[in-house]
């Protein structure tokens, strides 16, 4: 885990104290709060080097980063069940594998 | 193969600041890799596209470049953190950003798989074929023996009352031991029956005496034929049901069609001259009220 501090000094020409506070303020990034200071885990650093792609190299403005972020954590949460669902599926018979993927590739069956 | 910043942007060897920019911007938010977690390419066209810009957008270095004196690989690579995003919130620790979008339901996820994560790619071992098959046979059910485009021999069952674009299994006769066929089906039309779900419709030409008087006659089935009674006076569109003739408990409907003899002569000019003088009649009233 990193500090504020350490992190403003990785990313030191990207990124100033006040934008980063002003990214945890609207919740695009959620570091663990302890002890009345941030801290960074790896999952915030690359979700910061995300956020600032979107806004500095894309130019997203506040509005939109609020609609791209929160469809992109829709996005990822939809992508973890599926690989759980997959985890569990692969963990049945070939026979019951073979159903389900039949039971996907049928278009509107039964009705 | 030297690789080359103006060709990877799209843009000419001319291009403006402001181009390049425009140019970079539009790729970069097609190909982050963030963006785009099911395409595994993204990440290295992202990394390439954050290359050319990183050395079209430095003027000392684009001049290099266009000097030759350097080579699109021989700058300091875009400075990306080993890890994305998208490694991060596909693993555990991701669940921390997750969010709901309104109602989840069980359903959502299988219906994510489609677009998804490569769960729904058939496994090499399975066949997919895709069979034509009479009318009769999908609606009564038949056994067929067919020789497969691949030149497999398969035994088909075809069950009864199969409807259009369904799929049958073959368990065992993939391309492997191990893998499956499975066989789409599409029905031929008949040249006679038309069906509807589980009903049969037909429609069955009646002379005009048949009509007048009423008739026994036999009517063809998916079945074979049956025996129906004309009522006297059925009309062209008369429909009668017979129960239980259509796809397993379904029934089929018998559409009436009045069919004139080829010649109207003199006997029959005759004989309907003399009755309409005295029992005329207008099957258009109801349609005149109506106007």
């Known amino acids: 885990m990193k500090t504020i501090e350490e992190v403003l000094d990785m990313l030191e020409a990207r990124i100033d104290r006040q934008t980063l506070e002003d990214y945890i303020n609207r919740q695009w990034l959620r570091p663990i709060s302890q002890d009345e200071g941030w801290y960074f885990e790896e999952i915030d650093i690359a979700r910061l080097h995300l956020v600032c792609h979107l806004t500095q190299d894309i130019e997203v403005n506040d509005e939109g980063m609020d609609v791209v972020l929160s469809l992109l954590d829709q996005l990822y949460k939809i992508r973890a069940h599926t690989q759980k669902l997959h985890q569990a599926i692969t963990k049945q018979s070939p026979e019951l594998q073979a159903e389900i993927r039949m039971m996907m590739s049928v278009e509107d069956s039964n009705k | 193969m030297a690789k080359n910043p103006y060709e990877i942007l799209g843009v000419k060897k001319d291009a403006s600041e402001a181009d390049i920019k425009v140019a970079y911007r539009k790729l970069a938010r097609k190909h982050h890799p963030d963006l785009n977690p099911s395409d595994k390419s993204a990440g290295e066209k992202f990394k390439e596209i954050n290359t050319a810009n990183a050395l079209l957008s430095d003027k000392e270095k684009r001049a290099a470049f266009d000097r030759g004196e350097i080579d699109m690989e021989g700058q300091p690579q875009y400075r990306q953190q080993q890890q994305t995003y998208r490694d991060f919130a596909d693993g555990p620790q991701g669940s921390r950003y997750h969010t709901n979008g309104g109602d989840f339901n069980f359903e959502d996820i299988f219906s994510a798989f489609s677009g998804g994560a490569g769960f729904n790619r058939p496994p090499a071992a399975d066949a997919y074929y895709s069979l034509e098959v009479d009318f009769l046979d999908a ?153």
């Not at chain 2, 589980?198 to 009423?214: A, C, M």
Request: glycine content about 10%.
């Open chain 2, 139 to 291: 609606a009564i059910g038949a056994k067929k023996r067919v020789t497969m485009p691949d030149r497999k021999t398969l035994d088909i069952n075809i069950p009864e009352g199969i409807e259009e674009g369904q799929k049958l299994r073959l368990k065992g006769k993939g391309t492997q031991p191990n893998g499956d066929a499975y066989i789409t089906v599409q029905i031929r039309p008949h040249p006679i029956f038309s069906r509807k779900g589980k009903d049969i419709t037909i429609e069955l030409p009646i002379s005009l005496p048949e009509s007048v008087l009423g008739a026994k006659i036999q009517v063809p089935t998916i079945h074979g034929l049956v025996k129906a009674t004309i009522p006297k006076g059925a009309s062209s569109g008369t429909t009668f049901r017979l129960k239980g003739k259509g796809i397993k408990s379904g029934d089929q409907y018998v559409k009436l069609k009045l069919v004139m003899p080829k010649e109207i002569d003199a006997d029959l000019e005759e004989a309907i001259g003399k009755w309409s003088q005295t029992h005329a009649y207008n099957p258009r009233m109801d349609m005149e009220k109506a106007l």
